[in-house]
T-cell receptor, first 111, second 114 residues
């Protein structure tokens, strides 16, 4: 399993961009990089995923380093609702059961 | 569209009691799974199912049983509850096991064993 390293916590101001880093230096060549977030008292919520290219969706952008050893989740304008724990999860292509949630990064958004 | 529904939301049990945590999804997803989350830790996989009639063990299966008689339902059974099983339990589903389908999670069952 690929090991991940994320900051324990980060703070952001409302309406400012947030860059959440993740180091996954042991990632396999076929592992996708998934990001989930977990709001207080809720189950995890899918945010975005990618393999090699940068990805964008309505929630966020995912920037993947050229060597794939790290990635960054970008929230373009943080809102109070974005306060959550964010998980970076390298996931084997055909094994969702191999998703390993670490401790994640707790994002605090200040008004 | 309800998504993944877990019941009950809260439960308190005594050591040795049994109970079933219910999970239902209305998205016709083939893949379903159960996780537990302990304070300050990430989620750990208990059991999963790739389709009706097929189940397998995850990372922490001891003390739990599952079955999958229909596509929609995936109950988790605690046969003899122990205090170590005090946790928050999440059920998840996805369209299939592979091709990187996003997993959809329920809101969890908060279980306390006294």
């Amino acid at each position: 399993d690929a090991k991940t390293t994320q900051p324990n916590s980060m703070e952001s101001n409302e309406e400012e961009p947030v860059h959440l880093p993740c180091n996954h230096s042991t990632i396999s060549g076929t592992d996708y990089i998934h990001w989930y977030r977990q709001l207080p008292s809720q189950g995890p919520e899918y945010v975005i995923h990618g393999l090699t290219s940068n990805v964008n969706n309505r929630m966020a952008s995912l920037a993947i380093a050229e060597d794939r050893k790290s990635s960054t989740l970008i929230l373009h304008r943080a809102t109070l609702r974005d306060a959550a724990v964010y998980y970076c999860i390298p996931t084997p292509l055909y094994n969702n059961n191999d998703m390993r949630f670490g401790a994640g990064t707790r994002l605090t958004v200040k008004p | 569209n309800a998504g993944v529904t877990q019941t009950p939301k809260f439960q308190v049990l005594k050591t040795g009691q049994s109970m079933t945590l219910q999970c239902a999804q209305d998205m016709n997803h083939e893949y379903m799974s159960w996780y537990r989350q302990d304070p300050g830790m990430g989620l750990r996989l208990i059991h999963y199912s790739v389709g009706a009639g097929i189940t397998d063990q995850g990372e922490v299966p001891n003390g739990y049983n599952v079955s999958r008689s229909t596509t929609e339902d995936f109950p988790l059974r605690l046969l003899s509850a122990a205090p170590s099983q005090t946790s928050v339990y999440f059920c998840a589903s996805s369209r299939d096991r592979g091709r990187n389908q996003p997993q959809h999670f329920g809101d969890g069952t908060r279980l306390s064993i006294l």
